[in-house]
């Protein structure tokens, strides 16, 4: 039954994002644009962690 639900809402989320597209293709370039930006902070956020813990955890 769980699966019945996990496709009901990947096809909601799909229909959704193709809405928004659609009817705004400027605000769903920003949505594109926030979420790659968002990626790219929490992947340099990882690399300044690593750093850290190869330097023994010291500032």
């Known amino acids: 039954m769980a699966v ?5 809402g990947l096809f ?3 229909v959704f994002m193709l ?8 605000k769903a370039a920003d ?3 926030i979420g790659f930006e ?3 902070d929490a992947a340099r956020s990882i690399g300044d962690f690593m750093t ?3 330097n ?3 500032d």
């Not at 019945?4 to 009901?8: A, L, P």
């Not at 809405?19 to 400027?26: E, L, S």
């Open 52 to 54: 850290w813990v190869a």
């Open 4 to 8: 019945q639900w996990k496709k009901i």
């Open 12 to 14: 909601a989320v799909v």
């Open 31 to 33: 949505y594109v644009q």
């Open 38 to 40: 968002a990626v790219s």
């Open 19 to 26: 809405y928004v597209i659609i009817t705004d293709p400027a």
């Open 56 to 58: 023994g955890g010291k």
